[in-house]
């Protein structure tokens, strides 16, 4: 065996492992999907799938659950993206100041982040259910007592949003707090002798330096909130039902759910497949949208 | 301006401490109502519980449940975790050295196939990838559903885009000539992989185990597809599920339930603290 022969061979002997199982797992599937979005496909073992061409695209678009689900998930996405943040900045900042056992406290912030989708979504649905109204009975607090946040699909969503961000704060925090501790003391130390207070030196010094530490925390926040299922399951499981544009509807079955249920429950598959493709679609156009934006906003200061 | 800093300095404190009560108030919850009977539990589900010794009951109650079947579901998910993490991590390695080393179009194209599944998400591939492996038993008699070798199959296919990703960044940075003296010391491709790049990779292994750890731990959706709620393997999430569905008032043994669920990831924070902050940061960053 010459050389380069031999060269060759151990290439494709080192890659193949991966590459096989990626190529099984995700990019056969990926095309398959394709394909069976524009048929009749069943899954059912022994039927074929017959080409349908966009009959399922139409029928997403006509869909009022869909239209229903895909709003609804832009509004949790938005609310998430800005709850989480907001809570992992502050917590950052706090973590970060001259107080005793930080440490500590940055732990008991990130230790939510371990507790898997699913179990904390029971932990939730019990609090949201129990726990509050017994509070409110505690301290006599009525609107607390009389909260059924998990009946009322006007609530029911800022419920899986607190449990979100009880879960996933903690986890980006750790990522301000690496940017914090990179802003230069000096910097800061010399705007106070020349007088800055606490709101120009957080704009004009802190927020710039770890504009950076945006781009990835709102990609990751925005992402994760798009394609968010496991919490969904076990705290609300899609509802309670509300009615849109004259037709009952889950008011929590957000995207990824919805196309599950389209596909499980519902027992369409292609459709399911379908509304997954365009999923993916919506999902690369607004996170490759997101990063292009803050990477501009992160030159320009 | 001393006595202006030891004031902000308690006020921040006290904010803290605040924020820090609120957060580990849903563990506190778990913890007291894990102790409760059914019927202490509807009546006061904030109180401390009347005796302390109903946790065991309640354990016990978990630990031979036949739903959960606790022993068996955290060996599975041990395994699954385990085996994935080591197989991700080392045949991730082997294809991002060669992609490195190699200069050639198709290992550029094979790297940039690797990247594009970094954007692909679980749910436009999940029905296919049933229906794929499904075939795949049809035609060499090999199952895939419902068996370990199955999962974490599919955990290499998901999880070697991200560490393909970092490995390739961390091997362009390990200078050549380290390989090539040893190619003239006369080692084999494979002796140099094994016995060099890999001891210098070790950093990023452990920062790819730390996030595929988590991940795979606390999955759910994907093992529900491949492995089944309800069937001969599960792993704890899984256990979870089947056990929440089937008994929907019982939060007494529910709570336990999630009370043993969280212990043995909360165990391994407090063990590996340090590590897995920082390995889940640069692993962010990257």
Known sequence: ????????????????????????????????????????????????????????????????????????????????????????????????????????????????????????????????????????????INFLEELLLLADPNLTLFGLILAFTWQYAGYIMMIYVAALLNVPQELLEASEIDGANFWQKLWNITVPMIAQAFTITSFLTLVNSFKQYDIIVALTSGGPTTIFKGQTVNSTELLAVHIYNVAFKYNNMAEGQARAIVFFLVLSVVSIGQVYYTKKREVEM | MGNKKKITKIILTVVTVTLFLFTLFPFFIVLINSAKSSLEIISDPIAFPDKWSQLFVNIKEIWTSPSIRYASSVYTSAIITILSLITISIFSAMAAWVLVRKKSKMSTFVFLLFISGLIIPFQVVMFPLVALFRMINEAIGLPMLRTFHGMIFAYIGFGAPLAVFMFHGFIKSIPLELEEAALIDGCSKTQIFFLIVMPILKPIFVTISILNAIWIWNDFLLPSLILGIGQEIQTIPLAIAAFAGSFVKKWDLIMTAVLMAAFPIIVGFILGQKHIIKGMVSGSIK
Do not use: C
């Open chain 1, 1 to 140: 065996m010459n050389r380069h022969v031999k060269d060759k061979l151990v290439f494709w002997l080192f890659l193949a492992p991966a590459l096989i199982s990626f190529l099984v797992v995700v990019v056969i599937p990926f095309f398959m999907g394709l394909y069976y979005s524009m048929t009749d496909w069943t899954a059912v073992a022994d039927l074929k799938a017959n080409w349908v061409g966009l009959e399922n695209y139409k029928a997403m678009f006509s869909s009022i659950p869909f239209q229903y689900s895909f709003i609804r998930t832009f509004l949790f996405t938005l609310l998430s993206v800005l709850s989480i943040n907001f809570i992992a900045l502050t917590f950052a900042f706090l973590v970060t100041r001259e107080i005793k056992f930080k440490n500590f406290y940055r732990a008991g912030f990130f230790i939510p982040n371990l507790i898997g989708g699913l179990v904390l979504g029971y932990i939730w649905q019990f609090i949201f259910k129990s726990v509050v109204p017994a509070i409110g009975s505690l301290f006599g």
